[in-house]
Each structure stands twice: as C-alpha cells, then as structure tokens.
Nanobody, 126 residues
C-alpha cells in the first residue's frame, strides 16, 4: 500500500481546501474496522486524528473539526478526500493520510495506523 497526499497550500482564515490521497494497493478486504483517515501534526505538537472512514462509509471526526471538515472516498479511484471549510489558524499543520485498524467501526479517526503517507502542508493565516 502506498499513500500519496495532495492539495495542501496556504489560505486565509475562513477559506477552504480539499485534500486528496491516492491509496494505491489498498483494499478494505471486507473488514469493517479497517480504516482510512486523516491525521495532522502542528509544529511542536503531537500527531492527532482528524477524520476517518471505513468500508461501509461510516465517518468519524475529532471534535475540533466537526461541522467544518468532511471525509469522503471514491472507491472506484481508490482515492480519499478531506474537504476543509471555515479554516482557522489553529488548523495549520502537516496533514497525513493513513490506513490502519480501529477499536470499533465508528471510530476510525482514532485508528492504530499501519501505513502513513508523506504528508501535505496546510497553512491558515489570520
């Protein structure tokens, strides 16, 4: 499995960005706890889960992004997306695509990650 992110950039507060992750070689293999998702890491901070999705399309989000971010997937293209609206300066971070296993089907954003992408930088200015 190889994960490649794209779509990062610089935007002013209140703006939007859409991240994409090409997930070559990935398959859910029918396991409901097998997840794809997005994590982020701000300078000096720890890496944290942002959003996750599983094979039946169930999504989960960190409280800090609920109502602003939307995770989705195009199974035919094996691509994962993160639509980020109403961006805030505190959303500034390196964003990583990841795959792994969650403790439950409804908490993919907290997954134990097996594979990381290389990351894409998002910078939000005030």
């Amino acid at each position: 499995v190889h994960l490649v992110e794209s779509g990062g950039g610089s935007v002013q507060a209140g703006g939007s960005l859409r991240l994409s992750c090409a997930a070559s070689g990935f398959s859910y293999n029918g396991y409901i706890r097998n997840c794809l998702g997005w994590f982020r890491q701000a300078p000096g901070g720890r890496r944290e889960g942002v959003a996750g999705i599983n094979s039946d399309g169930s999504t989960s989000y960190a409280d800090s992004v609920k109502g602003r971010f939307t995770i989705s997937q195009n199974n035919a293209k094996n691509t994962l997306y993160l639509q980020m609206n109403s961006l805030k300066p505190e959303d500034t971070a390196m964003y990583y695509c990841a795959t792994g296993w969650s403790g439950s089907a409804s908490d993919c954003y907290t997954m134990a990650v097996n594979i990381w992408g290389q990351g894409t930088q998002v910078t939000v200015s005030s």
